[in-house]
């Protein structure tokens, strides 16, 4: 994580469902019960740099248990991941997860997920040839859904790919 990158901070924060492995004193605010206890197969959401922490930390040197299960997060589920492999180019990643990109990368990090990484990969290159494309035509009005598809990353990479094709048109003509 970079601690100045607001993206990342953000995509930290995200939510993610977890299922407790054991009851936990006083933790029940977490779900909604104030001064109660969080009990056993409780699912509830975390932000991921809460549930990353949780889910390597052991119960004790004896057990391979840890306090909580990860489940899939909706932004990975079957139906999601169906669409990414059917067109990338109709998936609307911001309205799934505004740091789509970014969470993956981390769920696959800590998962050693490489399926997931090709997936993932395989989307980012279909779409930034599209992003290019249309980078490519930023002078002209363009009124597309697939630019407010983008999600963070990618409205950077939109951005800075017209800039740059606006330089290079200005180095040509001088």
């Not at 699912?43 to 004896?62: F, Q, R």
Request: glycine letters at 2%.
């Amino acid at each position: 994580m970079s601690y100045f990158d607001l993206d990342d901070i953000l995509s930290d924060g995200e939510k993610i469902p977890c299922r407790f492995n054991m009851t936990v004193p006083g933790l029940g605010y977490l779900e909604g019960n104030a001064g109660k206890d969080i009990e056993r197969n409780t699912k509830v959401e975390l932000p991921l740099w809460l549930a990353e922490v949780l889910a390597i930390c052991e119960l004790s040197e004896e057990s391979q248990s840890s306090f909580i299960d990860l489940s899939q997060p909706e932004f990975l589920n079957q139906k999601v991941i169906n669409a990414i492999k059917a067109n990338p180019l109709s998936v609307d990643l911001h309205s799934i997860l505004s740091n789509y990109y970014r969470l993956s990368e981390k769920w696959a990090a800590m998962f050693s997920d490489s399926e997931l990484i090709e997936i993932v990969s395989t989307m980012l290159k279909e779409r930034a040839f599209e992003i290019n494309n249309y980078a490519c035509n930023a002078n002209k009005q363009t009124n597309s859904n697939f630019l407010y598809s983008l999600d963070e990353f990618e409205k950077k990479l939109y951005k800075t790919t017209a800039v740059s094709n606006k330089q290079m048109r200005n180095w040509l003509k001088s």
